[in-house]
C-alpha cells in the first residue's frame, strides 16, 4: 500500500515556476514508477511526466517537453516535478501517481495508486 500526498501548487503568472513535491508512504516507494498527471476545468486526466524506480529513465508529454523536469529522492520517499517557464495551459490540478513496475507508463490505469492533487494556476 502506498499513500501519497502531494504540495506545491499555487498560483504564479506565466512564464514563472513552481516546484511540486510528492510525499509517498510505504517502504517499498523505490520499487514504483511515479508519474504526474494534470486534469483541466472539462478536460480529461492527461500524462504529464513519469520517472522509473532505477536509474531513472523519464518521459514527458511533447508540452511539457523542455519545461518539466522529474526527479525522485527514494531516501526521501519523495517525487518532484519542477516546472518552469509556465504557461496558462498549464493551469490544472496535478496529481502524483505510483505503478507497480519497472516499465514506465503514460497510461493513467496502469498507475495503482494516486494522491489527492494539488492545484496549479498560471495566470496571464
Known amino acids: 500500500q502506498v499513500q501519497l500526498v502531494e504540495s506545491g501548487g499555487g498560483l504564479v503568472q506565466a512564464g514563472g515556476s513552481l516546484r511540486l513535491s510528492c510525499a509517498a508512504s510505504?517502504?517499498?516507494?523505490?520499487?514504483?514508477?511515479m508519474g504526474w498527471f494534470r486534469q483541466a476545468p472539462g478536460k480529461e486526466r492527461e500524462f504529464v511526466a513519469a520517472?522509473?524506480?532505477?536509474?531513472?529513465?523519464?518521459a514527458y508529454a511533447d508540452s511539457v517537453k523542455g519545461r518539466f523536469t522529474i526527479s525522485r529522492d527514494n531516501a526521501k520517499n519523495t517525487v518532484y516535478l519542477q516546472m518552469n517557464s509556465l504557461k496558462p495551459e498549464d493551469t490544472a490540478v496535478y496529481y502524483c501517481?505510483?505503478?507497480?513496475?519497472?516499465?514506465?507508463?503514460?497510461?493513467?490505469?496502469?498507475?495503482?495508486?494516486w494522491g489527492q492533487g494539488t492545484q496549479v494556476t498560471v495566470s496571464s
Open positions: 501517481a505510483a505503478a507497480g513496475g519497472v516499465i514506465i507508463t503514460t497510461a493513467a490505469p496502469r498507475y495503482d495508486y
Open positions: 520517472i522509473s524506480w532505477r536509474p531513472g529513465r523519464t
Open positions: 510505504g517502504r517499498t516507494f523505490s520499487t514504483y514508477v
